[in-house]
């Protein structure tokens, strides 16, 4: 294997150094900003435009994983001491 091949299990661990270009699938440093095969300019690190099977990292899901779950856990709290605020008061 040459310096520009890459393993697809490497994106899924998130441990890729490199990624396709979307445009021409040349290998792009992750943390590139520009195809040097095409010369496509990303607006921030290349990882983040790679086709969507080639992404190790999904951040905006994980992000909305958590916020949800945060707030779920929110809204349990404030039911939870609304229940127990009634039921203490109707004794």
């Not at 999904?58 to 994983?65: D, E, I, N, S």
């Amino acid at each position: 294997m040459g310096q520009d091949s890459f393993k697809l299990t490497d994106y899924r661990r998130g441990t890729a150094s490199t990624v396709p270009c979307p445009r021409c699938g040349a290998l792009v440093p992750a943390a590139g900003t520009m195809c040097a095969q095409c010369g496509l300019h990303f607006r921030g690190p290349a990882a983040e435009f790679a086709p969507e099977a080639h992404r190790a990292y999904k951040p905006r899901r994980t992000l909305k994983l958590i916020a949800t779950l945060i707030i779920l856990g929110l809204l349990a709290a404030i039911v939870i001491g609304v229940i127990l605020t009634f039921h203490s008061a109707s004794k």
